[in-house]
């Protein structure tokens, strides 16, 4: 119904920036809360960003200062801006995307993009 394209992943060198893209497509009714999740060697998925409806951003500890969030109503897509990137950074970044219909809300996860930082 709803699906999430993920863009922008690569290799870069410590201190290196990437910008991270996902954008939702489909049978859209509502788009909420958004935001960014890495999963590195381990098997957890932790939190890295988020946005909510109303522009309001909460940043992981590790990376505060250094990301950005942001998203475009419009083109409902959100972003993830990442500076200063570190070694402890690689890890795969999946978007999640909030949907509401007049029924329920729906959680949405893209596929993952892989970010290393490496020399």
């Known amino acids: 119904q709803v699906h999430l394209v993920e863009s922008g992943g690569g290799l870069v060198q410590p201190g290196g920036s990437l910008r991270l893209s996902c954008a939702a497509s489909?049978?859209?009714?509502?788009?909420?809360?958004m935001g960014w999740y890495r999963q590195g060697s381990g098997n957890q998925r932790d939190m890295v960003a988020r946005i909510t409806s109303a522009g309001t951003t909460t940043y992981a500890d590790s990376v505060e200062g250094r990301f950005t969030v942001s998203r475009d109503n419009a083109k409902n897509t959100v972003y993830l801006q990442m500076n200063g990137l570190k070694p402890e950074d690689t890890a795969v970044y999946f978007c999640?995307?909030?949907?509401?219909?007049?029924?329920?809300?729906?959680?949405?996860w893209g596929q993952g993009t892989q970010v290393t930082v490496s020399s």
């Open positions: 999640h995307v909030k949907h509401t219909t007049v029924l329920l809300s729906y959680d949405l």
């Open positions: 489909g049978s859209i009714f509502s788009i909420g809360d």
